[in-house]
Each structure stands twice: as C-alpha cells, then as structure tokens.
C-alpha cells in the first residue's frame, strides 16, 4: 500500500539559514512524488514532482528535493530560507500507477524568524 | 496555464441549508476532477474522483447523498453540500487534471472555506 510520512509536525528556521522539511514514503511501485505548498487560507503550489526522472528535482523558489530509493524519501531543501517561505508544506505520493489519486502527508508548518 | 478557479471562496450558511461549490478548468479541458476537504490545520483528504460525464467515485466514508457531484462539462465540476450541519464546516479543495502523458498531473484551486451556523 501507499502512503507518505512528513517526519516532523513543525519546523523553525532563522531567516537566512537552510531548510530541511523530511518526507518518507512507502510504496509496492515506483511512484510520482511532489512536494506542496499552502499559505494560509490559500490553495496549494506545486513546489517540485518527481516522476522518475532525475532524482534530483529543482523547484520554484529555490527549493529542491531529492528521491533516495534506498531510503524511501523525498526530503525537501532550501539553502537559505526567507520569511516568505512560512507556511504548510505537504509531501504527497501518488496512489496508483496512473497518477489519478493522490495521498496527502499531514503537512509540516514551517516558521521562519527574522 | 492550467488555472483552476473556485466559486466562492467563501460562503456562510444557515444549518440545513445546501451549498454549491464551482471547480473550473479556466484554459484546459479537465478530464478528471478531484474535491479534497481539509480540517483545520490538518492535511487534505479525497473525497470524490469525478470523470467527466460519468458518475463520481466516492472515498469510503465519503457520503454520497450528503455531497453531490457533478462533472457535466470538461471544464465545471460541482459539489453541492445537502442539507449542511455545523459539522460541514470545512474548507473545500478542488483540482483538475487534463488527459496525456504518463501522470496525469493535477492543477488544484484555490479553495472554498464553508462555515455552517
């Protein structure tokens, strides 16, 4: 069965430091794997998606993430976080091979300080 | 390209009322919608694949008679609260994906918060 574990609830950054956001996934396939993002009361961005590709994965807003199949993750980075980036991220897995359904993480609350 | 847009964003309700919630495609054909709710501070749950033309495929626990769905064009999903409790309240995520390639990736909306007195 698929699922996806987002490692920590909440994460906290200084301005201007690197950000991890940990995302670990389960699945009988290879599956496609994206990371969101969702600012309060807002819809969700596509951050980055892997779909077999290159296993490293660059995104909008200098964010990438990197697919370890040995590990089973899909860790989010940044090199320097800034004070726009506060917000929900949500590591998703797709359910099925044809990509028709997707399964959430319960998200990771990212805080970034000045 | 690829927006999908939401009417409203916002709506308040009587208890017992029902509610209609718009999902459009704006500059692609929609093949496939999707309505996800999403609780306070937790993650987004499926509810409903709907297929244009077709019935929709409810998520176990999902009740079909208290949300209906309707898929009638490639570019318009519905999702219409029956009968809406305090319990409803939530706020309301629809996406949208268009067929070819090997995923089909999905473009979300923007969201519709429903809160039911």
């Known amino acids: 069965a698929q699922s996806v574990t987002q490692l920590d609830s909440h994460v906290s950054v200084s301005e201007g430091t690197p950000v991890l956001l940990r995302c670990n996934y389960s699945?009988?396939?290879?599956?496609?794997l994206f990371w969101y993002v969702q600012h309060p009361n807002k819809g969700l961005q596509l951050l980055l998606k892997?779909?077999?590709?290159?296993?490293l994965v660059k995104g909008i807003n200098g964010f990438e993430a990197e697919f370890k199949k040995s590990e089973t993750s899909f860790h989010l980075t940044k090199p320097s976080a800034h004070m726009s980036d506060a917000a929900e991220y949500f590591c998703v897995v797709t359910l099925n091979q044809a990509g028709t359904a997707l399964i959430f993480g319960k998200g990771t609350t990212l805080s970034v300080s000045s | 390209g690829a927006v999908v847009s939401q009417h409203p964003s916002w709506v308040i309700c009587k208890s017992g009322t029902s509610v209609k919630i718009e999902c459009r495609s704006l500059?692609?054909?929609?093949?496939?919608m999707f309505w996800y709710r999403q609780f306070p501070k937790q993650s987004l749950m499926l509810m409903a694949t709907s297929n244009e033309g077709s019935k929709a495929t409810y998520e176990q626990g999902v009740e079909k008679d208290k949300f209906l769905i309707n898929h009638a064009s490639l570019t318009l999903s519905t999702l219409t609260v029956t009968s809406a409790h305090p319990e409803d309240s939530s706020f309301y995520i629809c996406?949208?994906?268009?067929?070819?390639?090997?995923?089909?990736?999905?473009?979300f909306g923007p969201g519709t918060r429903l809160t039911v007195l």
């Open positions: 996406s949208a994906s268009r067929a070819g390639g090997v995923y089909n990736e999905q473009f």
């Open positions: 699945s009988s396939y290879s599956p496609s």
């Open positions: 892997y779909t077999s590709a290159a296993t």
């Open positions: 500059d692609f054909q929609a093949t496939t």
